[in-house]
């Protein structure tokens, strides 16, 4: 079940197996891990985030409200907070299935937010509840030094809050053969 909830009339929990429901699309995509590894060629399937907010939420919107911001938590407490723009862009998917087959529990079963367009991070896994709120809610980053871009484009780089991406980048870069290894013994963030 994922909860929908925030400036809504009445809040509703969407059956995953609904998605095989709603219109779907299929998208063939490289994905970026903020920390430097990357996968390339991933064949996501599901339904894109824009229907089902224009399907399942805009009709039970509060009157007069504008969702700016839409935040998205998963089984294990992890959360993203994506804005507006950025979730509804037309290869922004619930997906459901990668390769053709069901999401497995190392890549988000039942259904993950996929974006390409932005750092894994937004990508929230495992998820279990979908916000819809007229402000930017409150980060648990927000004033911490390394806190995380909160538009997250991989093609601009956004790392970062505060941090010029090309700045880190050499940081990262460094990085990348010791999460490598550390990924390697049984981190759930391992690249495939
Ligand atoms: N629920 C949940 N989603 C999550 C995470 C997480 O720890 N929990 N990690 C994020 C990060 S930092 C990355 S890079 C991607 C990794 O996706 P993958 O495990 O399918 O490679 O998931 C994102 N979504
Ligand atoms: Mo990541």
Redesign the pocket.
């Known amino acids: 079940m994922i909860e929908l909830v925030g400036a809504l009339t009445e809040s509703r929990t969407l059956p995953v197996a609904d998605l095989a429901t709603l219109p779907r699309r299929e998208i063939e995509a490289d994905?970026h891990?903020?920390a430097g590894w990357s996968?390339t060629g991933l064949r996501w399937e599901g339904v894109p985030f824009e229907t089902l907010y224009r399907t399942q939420v805009e009709p039970l919107l509060e009157p007069g409200a504008q969702i700016s911001h839409i935040a998205f938590e998963?089984l294990?407490g992890?959360r993203s907070v994506v804005s507006f723009d950025d979730a509804v862009a037309e290869d922004v998917l619930i997906a459901d299935l990668l390769a053709g087959r069901p999401l497995d529990s190392?890549?988000?079963t039942p259904a993950r937010l996929v974006s390409p367009g932005q750092y894994?991070?937004i990508?929230?896994?495992?998820l279990c509840r979908i916000e819809f709120h007229t402000a930017e809610p409150p980060v648990t980053d927000r004033w911490s030094p390394l806190a995380s871009h909160p538009r997250a484009r991989v093609w601009h780089e956004e790392r970062h809050r505060y941090l010029p991406g090309r700045l880190v980048r050499p940081v990262y870069r460094a990085l990348i053969g010791p999460i490598r290894a550390l990924s390697a013994r049984g981190s759930?963030?391992r690249p495939?």
Not at 123 to 126: D, P, Q
């Open positions: 994905f891990c903020v996968a998963g294990d992890f190392d890549h988000g894994g991070f990508n929230t896994k495992h759930h963030n495939r």
